[in-house]
């Protein structure tokens, strides 16, 4: 079980940290991810965050977010800076049991979002 929180609705520029609480055995070696969908887009890779805390970022949010975890709780983080219009959807949080991938089809399992909205 997943669960987000921490989205809502900001403006240009604004910072946002979301957060995912875990329930999963073995999260420790999992990799985590967020994944987000825009209305009538496809489900996007945003950042994930390996076993190892090595993080990847998709390339629109290189240098603006910062994915982080503690294996202590169970939680991984999004922190979101210079947040744009186009950043506005619903972000996911999703583990991987065992890998790193940047595909949502690989994951295992899946929260049910959060919504981020930013407003010009």
């Known amino acids: 079980l997943l669960v987000e929180s921490g989205g809502g609705s900001v403006q240009v520029g604004d910072s946002l940290r979301l957060s995912c609480e875990a329930s999963i055995r073995g999260f420790e070696g999992a990799g985590m991810g967020w994944f987000r969908q825009a209305p009538g887009k496809a489900r996007e890779f945003v950042a994930m965050?390996?076993?190892?805390?090595?993080?990847y970022y998709a390339a629109d949010v290189k240098g603006r977010f910062t994915i982080s975890r503690d294996n202590s709780k169970n939680m991984v983080y999004l922190q979101m800076h210079h947040l744009k219009p186009e950043d506005t959807a619903v972000y996911y949080c999703?583990?991987?049991?065992?890998?790193?991938?940047?595909?949502?089809?690989?994951?295992?399992?899946w929260g049910q979002g959060t919504q981020v909205t930013v407003s010009s």
């Open positions: 965050i390996a076993y190892s805390g090595n993080g």
């Open positions: 999703a583990a991987e049991v065992h890998g790193s991938s940047q595909y949502a089809r690989d994951y295992d399992y």
